[in-house]
């Protein structure tokens, strides 16, 4: 066969372009104990051609690749050289190897001159927000469904769902996810990040809240924090509270999952300080709401069906003592 046949069907190789066919004909070429000296032949002009096509790297570095790819030349080449009394059969198979190491240290040089001159592309991102005041429902390419509360950002990155299913979140969604025990759906959110195979949960993680929230519904949920070393896992039918602030972590069994009253349009607080009540009737209602007291220790128990901010504002004053006013835009609550 001519070499430039051959000289063809090995830069296709490396290239990882061969057919079926084109991999049959380079293997039965390669396996032919006539062609031991012709392969020294074909190996040059290869070289060669890669040589000049390929990105180059610093020049150290080149340097230092070539003379790697010529000792291993030498090295083989004395070794054929100083058996000549093999049999047959020893020598094709020891031919075989040396074909398959010659060819595999061109793609692994080709390639890393490529790496190494190259840029690795850059992950873009796609954004889904829902505003204050509003909620968004959304499918995700692996059919994971996701409910996102109000003043949520959810980045999804270009390669979401291919090596794996990874995304950021800076808010509270509610996730339906598509099982995949091959690719575990990772939600980073700052320095917390959960980790699932496929099950249905609540997570809450803003970035002006002092907790950290999730409740599970179905299967189970790894939450790793890193910058308290925490790694807690989370069954059905519990609610992890981790207090940023103090790293204080709470886990409690319940019997009715009222925490994702909100995608009904309700809001349910359970021994909540008032500052955090505050921050989420905020982002509800897309109002600001003031508290100017003295003794602020108020916590917040009870479902509101979230009618109207007014009656939210009347019943956590009948609840405090609080009084409230406006101001503007603003809902001042005082003593």
């Known amino acids: 066969m001519e070499d430039t046949t051959i000289l063809l069907l090995l830069q296709k190789y490396i290239k990882d372009q061969?057919?079926?066919?084109?991999?049959?004909?380079?293997?039965?070429?390669?396996?032919?104990?006539?062609?031991?000296?012709?392969?020294?032949?074909?190996?040059?002009?290869?070289?060669?051609?890669?040589?000049?096509?390929?990105?180059?790297?610093?020049?150290?570095?080149?340097?230092?690749?070539?003379?790697?790819?010529?000792?291993?030349?030498?090295?083989?080449?004395?070794?054929?050289?100083?058996?000549?009394?093999?049999?047959?059969?020893?020598?094709?198979n020891g031919f075989y190897r040396i074909a398959a190491i010659l060819v595999l240290a061109f793609s692994v040089t080709f390639g890393l001159l490529k790496v190494l001159d190259r840029p690795s592309p850059q992950l873009t991102y796609t954004e889904n927000v829902s505003k204050k005041g509003e909620k968004k429902t959304i499918q995700l390419a692996d059919g994971t469904k996701v409910v996102l509360n109000s003043d949520t950002k959810l980045r999804i990155p270009s390669n979401f769902n291919k090596e794996e299913r990874v995304i950021e979140m800076e808010g509270e969604g509610f996730?339906?996810?598509?099982?995949?025990?091959?690719?575990?759906?990772?939600?980073?959110?700052g320095e917390t990040q959960v980790r699932v195979l496929g099950t249905s949960f609540d997570f809450k993680s803003y970035k002006e809240d002092d907790f950290i929230k999730l409740t599970v519904s179905t299967g189970k949920v790894r939450v790793n924090v890193a910058d308290q070393d925490l790694q807690l896992s989370v069954s059905p039918n519990e609610h992890l509270s981790i207090n940023k602030v103090d790293g204080n972590v709470r886990k409690e069994t319940i019997r009715e999952n009222n925490y994702i009253k909100w995608m009904q349009g309700s809001l349910y607080f359970n021994k909540e300080p008032i500052r955090e009540v505050l921050k989420t009737i905020n982002r509800t209602y897309n109002r600001q709401v003031v508290l100017q007291c003295r003794k602020c220790d108020y916590f917040i128990t009870g479902t509101h069906d979230n009618k109207s901010i007014n009656a939210v504002i009347e019943a956590i004053c009948f609840t405090t003592g609080l009084r409230s006013r406006e101001e503007g835009d603003k809902i001042i609550l005082y003593e």
Do not use: Y
Not at 59 to 82: C, P, T
Not at 175 to 189: A, E, H, L, M, R
């Open 175 to 189: 996730f339906d996810v598509t099982p995949n025990p091959d690719k575990p759906f990772i939600i980073k959110s």
């Open 18 to 92: 061969c057919s079926e066919q084109e991999l049959r004909t380079l293997l039965h070429w390669l396996k032919s104990p006539d062609n031991h000296t012709e392969f020294d032949l074909v190996v040059k002009p290869l070289w060669n051609t890669i040589d000049k096509n390929l990105s180059r790297p610093e020049n150290r570095r080149e340097e230092e690749l070539h003379a790697e790819v010529s000792l291993l030349l030498s090295g083989m080449k004395e070794q054929r050289i100083a058996k000549p009394e093999l049999k047959s059969k020893r020598r094709l």
